[in-house]
C-alpha cells in the first residue's frame, strides 16, 4: 500500500516506490488514487485488504511546497507505525547500501481507477476515500447525525488545504448531508495554500474566526479541523473551545452512544502529558486507563492485545482500535454522533461533563529555540529537588510524589525511560517538564499545567487564571524566567 497526503513531491516519490516495489519481488501493490492517502485510511486499507504494509507520503503537520517538508512512514502490517526495532533495522540497512533496484517502465496513471501492471507487479489504484468512509459510516450512527444536520444545526470543517478535504467532503457533504461549504479549504494542494496545516487555534485561524464571529449567533454549532496527514483534529463550539484531554474524556464517558462502540470500552490509554481527565471516566466505568510515553505505537501494542478501545494525547490526537493510527475525522464524527444524541451545545456538554467529574484545567507552555545547555541545565536542576519533594506544600498544592517518567510496556516487556519530569500534587493536579529538539535550532522545553478543579463554581474560570499558581510554582522549581531570559512561553496551548 502507498499514498500520502498530496504534498509537493507525492505523485513523483509514488511512482519511484512502485518501480523498486516492482524490482524487489512485491506481487501486488494498492495506490490511493491521485496518489491520495490520508494516515488514518492508509492504516484502514492496510488492515482491510491485509497488505504486507504500507507506505505513507507526509510530514504531518509541517509545511509542504518545494521548500517544505516530506517524509516517509513505514507502516506494519497491523495498520500501526512500524515498531523501533523496525525501524532500527531500516536505517542500518541505509547506511551499509551500495546498490539497489529500480524498474524500468511507463508511470503508472495514479488518476485512473483500476488495474495495471509494472513489470511481474500488479498495481491497483483504489478510492482513496471509499474503504474510510464505509469504516466509519459502520462505526458512527449517520442516521442520528443527518437527522441533526436536517434540523439547522450548522457545521464547518477546515481541510486546511491538507488530506482530508475528500473524505470530508464525501463523508459530511454527501453521506450526511451538510450543505456544500460546510467543509472550507477542501482541495489538497501541494504547497496547502502557503498554510501550515496544524489544527490548533494558531493555524487554524479562518476556522477560528468563523467559530468565534463576533455576533455569536451568527457562529456554527460545531467546527473542527484536521492537519496535513489527517491524523489530527481539533474540535470547537460556539465560541468555545475543546481541549483535546477534555475531548478523550467526553468521547470516552459516550462512547456507547455510538453503534461501534455500543458494547463499552475495554479500556483507556493517554500518553502521560495528556491531563488524566480520561482516568476519571475510566474510573467511573471500571475499566483500566493506561499512561503511556508520547508515541502512537505505545497505543498500538495495547490495541492489539484488545486492553483498551481508546486512546488520545494532548497534542491534538485521538483514536480507537478501529485502526492503528490516530484519527482526526474519526474524532470529529464522534463529536457529532453525541451532538445527535444528546442536543446539547459542545459547550454544554463539555460543561456537564465538569459537573459530573470535576475539570482538570490543563494548559501546555512552550519554551522554544531555547540554547540546548540551558534547557539541559534546567532539567537537571528541576530534577535535583526530587529527594525533597514529596511532602513540600507550595500554598495549597502538597506535593504527592516526583519522578522522570519511564514505561514497561505490558506486551513487550520494553522499557522506555526519560519520558517527562511528573510533579503530582495530592489533590490531583500536576506539573510535567520535557525537553525535546535538541537540533541545531536549540531545544524546546515543554511544561504541562494540570489543576484539578472540582468545584463547578469554578469551572468557567480561563485556564491561564486557573493555573497561575501552578504556573509560579513551575517557575520556583526550574527557575525558567532567570535560566532562559524569557518572561512567557513561545506558544500556549
Ligand atoms: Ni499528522
Same mark, same amino acid.
Given at each position: 500500500m502507498?499514498? !500520502?497526503?498530496?504534498?509537493?513531491?507525492?505523485?513523483?516519490?509514488?511512482?519511484?516506490?512502485?518501480?523498486?516495489?516492482?524490482?524487489?519481488?512485491?506481487? *501486488?501493490?494498492?495506490?490511493?488514487?491521485?496518489?491520495?492517502?490520508?494516515?488514518?485510511?492508509?492504516?484502514?486499507?492496510?488492515?482491510? $485488504?491485509?497488505?504486507?504494509?504500507?507506505?505513507?507520503?507526509?510530514?504531518?503537520?509541517?509545511? =509542504?511546497?518545494?521548500?517544505?517538508?516530506?517524509?516517509? *512512514?513505514?507502516?506494519?502490517?497491523? =495498520?500501526?507505525?512500524?515498531?523501533?526495532?523496525?525501524?532500527?533495522?531500516?536505517?542500518?540497512?541505509?547506511?551499509?547500501?551500495?546498490? $539497489?533496484?529500480?524498474?524500468?517502465?511507463?508511470? &503508472?496513471?495514479?488518476?485512473?481507477?483500476?488495474?495495471?501492471?509494472?513489470? @511481474?507487479?500488479?498495481? +491497483?489504484?483504489? #478510492?482513496?476515500?471509499?474503504? $474510510?468512509?464505509?469504516?466509519? +459510516?459502520?462505526?458512527? #450512527?449517520?442516521?442520528?447525525?443527518?437527522?441533526?444536520?436536517?434540523?439547522?444545526?450548522?457545521?464547518?470543517?477546515?481541510?486546511?488545504?491538507?488530506?482530508?478535504?475528500?473524505?470530508? *467532503?464525501?463523508?459530511? +457533504?454527501?453521506?450526511?448531508?451538510?450543505?456544500?461549504?460546510?467543509?472550507?479549504? !477542501? &482541495?489538497?494542494?501541494?504547497?496547502? =495554500?502557503?498554510?501550515?496545516?496544524?489544527?490548533?487555534?494558531?493555524?487554524?485561524? @479562518?476556522?477560528?474566526?468563523?467559530? $468565534?464571529?463576533?455576533? *455569536? /449567533?451568527?457562529?456554527?454549532?460545531?467546527?473542527?479541523?484536521?492537519?496535513?496527514? =489527517?491524523?489530527?483534529?481539533?474540535?470547537?463550539?460556539?465560541?468555545?473551545?475543546?481541549?483535546?484531554?477534555?475531548?478523550?474524556?467526553?468521547?470516552?464517558?459516550?462512547?456507547?452512544?455510538?453503534?461501534?462502540?455500543?458494547?463499552?470500552?475495554? !479500556?483507556?490509554?493517554?500518553?502521560?502529558?495528556? /491531563?488524566?481527565a480520561a482516568d476519571r471516566v475510566a474510573h467511573k466505568l471500571g475499566v483500566p486507563c493506561y499512561e503511556t510515553p508520547t508515541g502512537w505505537k505505545f497505543f498500538g501494542n495495547l490495541m492489539d492485545a484488545g486492553k483498551v478501545t481508546l486512546c488520545g494525547e494532548e497534542s491534538f490526537g485521538t483514536g480507537s482500535s478501529h485502526v492503528r493510527e490516530k484519527d482526526g475525522l474519526w474524532a470529529v464524527l464522534f463529536w457529532l454522533n453525541i451532538l445527535a444524541k444528546r442536543r446539547l451545545s459542545v459547550e454544554e456538554i463539555v460543561h456537564r461533563h465538569w459537573s459530573e467529574f470535576g475539570r482538570n484545567v490543563y494548559s501546555r507552555h512552550d519554551y522554544e529555540a531555547l540554547p540546548s545547555a540551558v534547557a539541559a541545565e534546567l532539567m537537571a536542576h528541576v530534577t535535583g529537588q526530587f529527594a525533597a519533594l514529596p511532602g513540600r506544600s507550595f500554598g495549597h498544592y502538597r506535593v504527592k510524589f516526583c519522578d522522570d517518567f519511564s514505561y514497561t510496556d505490558p506486551i513487550d516487556g520494553s522499557l522506555a525511560t526519560g519520558q517527562g519530569l511528573r510533579i503530582g500534587f495530592e489533590d490531583g493536579s500536576r506539573i510535567v517538564f520535557r525537553l525535546s529538539g535538541t537540533g541545531t535550532e536549540g531545544a524546546t522545553v515543554r511544561i504541562y499545567l494540570e489543576a484539578f478543579e472540582a468545584d463547578p463554581a469554578r469551572h468557567r474560570m480561563d485556564a491561564q487564571d486557573a493555573l497561575g499558581e501552578l504556573i509560579g510554582i513551575a517557575d520556583e522549581l526550574s527557575q525558567l524566567k532567570q535560566r532562559t531570559g524569557r518572561d512567557k512561553p513561545t506558544v500556549i496551548t
Open positions: 502507498v499514498g !500520502g497526503d498530496g504534498r509537493f513531491y507525492n505523485r513523483e516519490a509514488i511512482q519511484v516506490i512502485l518501480r523498486m516495489a516492482a524490482a524487489n519481488g512485491f506481487g *501486488k501493490a494498492l495506490v490511493g488514487q491521485g496518489g491520495i492517502l490520508s494516515t488514518p485510511a492508509a492504516s484502514c486499507v492496510i488492515r482491510k $485488504y491485509g497488505t504486507f504494509g504500507g507506505l505513507i507520503l507526509s510530514a504531518s503537520h509541517n509545511p =509542504g511546497g518545494p521548500d517544505g517538508d516530506f517524509g516517509i *512512514k513505514y507502516n506494519i502490517g497491523n =495498520g500501526g507505525p512500524a515498531p523501533e526495532k523496525i525501524t532500527d533495522a531500516i536505517f542500518a540497512a541505509s547506511r551499509a547500501l551500495t546498490s $539497489y533496484r529500480i524498474a524500468d517502465g511507463t508511470d &503508472v496513471a495514479l488518476d485512473q481507477l483500476g488495474v495495471c501492471t509494472l513489470g @511481474q507487479m500488479r498495481v +491497483e489504484v483504489i #478510492d482513496p476515500v471509499a474503504d $474510510y468512509a464505509d469504516l466509519m +459510516e459502520s462505526l458512527f #450512527d449517520f442516521a442520528a447525525i443527518r437527522a441533526l444536520i436536517g434540523s439547522g444545526f450548522r457545521l464547518c470543517f477546515d481541510a486546511m488545504h491538507a488530506v482530508t478535504g475528500p473524505y470530508a *467532503k464525501e463523508i459530511l +457533504e454527501r453521506r450526511l448531508g451538510a450543505p456544500a461549504g460546510a467543509v472550507i479549504n !477542501g &482541495v489538497p494542494l501541494p504547497d496547502f =495554500g502557503n498554510g501550515h496545516p496544524d489544527p490548533n487555534l494558531t493555524y487554524a485561524d @479562518q476556522l477560528v474566526a468563523i467559530m $468565534y464571529h463576533a455576533d *455569536k /449567533s451568527a457562529a456554527p454549532d460545531f467546527g473542527a479541523a484536521s492537519d496535513g496527514d =489527517g491524523d489530527r483534529n481539533m474540535i470547537l463550539g460556539r465560541h468555545f473551545f475543546v481541549n483535546p484531554s477534555d475531548s478523550l474524556a467526553v468521547i470516552a464517558d459516550n462512547a456507547t452512544l455510538a453503534p461501534g462502540y455500543a458494547k463499552g470500552l475495554a !479500556g483507556i490509554a493517554r500518553s502521560m502529558p495528556t /491531563s488524566a
